[in-house]
């Protein structure tokens, strides 16, 4: 339990430093650009707030920890590799990226330069955050 409210924890902090980070950059590109291109931006930035949510969504759904503080994922038919489930939340995270942003550069036609700066912004939220996964105390 104490890894899943940790995850918890990191996964909040990591979506307000990106949605801090896409605003301030949607103000400054407000200032020198068109509303337009602000509008685009914060767009790219919720694509990456996006993916970062699912992905952290499915770290959560296996972020059980059983008395040997093991981590532990159910399934019907047996046990499964943790590790396969961190990759299935890793290929959800990169698919809905890639539908999002080809959906607002082609289907949306918002300005694709404004959608990159503001997708690389928010992604460097993630450098602020510390990444998903909670720090084990050293021993």
């Known amino acids: 339990m104490q890894a899943k409210d940790s995850l918890s924890v990191t996964l909040r902090k990591t979506l307000l430093i990106q949605a801090a980070l896409t605003g301030l950059a949607a103000i400054v590109a407000l200032l ?4 337009a291109f602000a509008l685009a931006l914060v767009y790219g930035g919720a694509v ?4 970062t949510g699912l992905q952290a969504w499915r770290l959560l759904k296996i972020a059980t920890t059983n008395d040997d503080n093991e981590p532990a ?3 019907v038919s047996g046990q499964l590799s943790v590790g396969t489930e961190v990759f299935k939340g ?3 995270k990169i698919g809905s990226m890639i539908l999002l942003l080809a959906l607002g550069m082609g ?5 694709p330069l404004a959608i990159i700066i503001g997708f690389s912004v928010a992604y460097a939220g993630l450098l602020f ?3 998903y996964a909670p720090r084990s105390p050293k021993r």
């Not at 020198?32 to 509303?35: A, F, G, I, L």
């Open 90 to 92: 890793a290929m959800l």
């Open 129 to 131: 955050a510390g990444g």
């Open 73 to 75: 994922v159910g399934h």
């Open 107 to 111: 289907y949306l036609k918002l300005d």
């Open 32 to 35: 020198v650009k068109t509303p």
């Open 48 to 51: 990456t707030s996006i993916g």
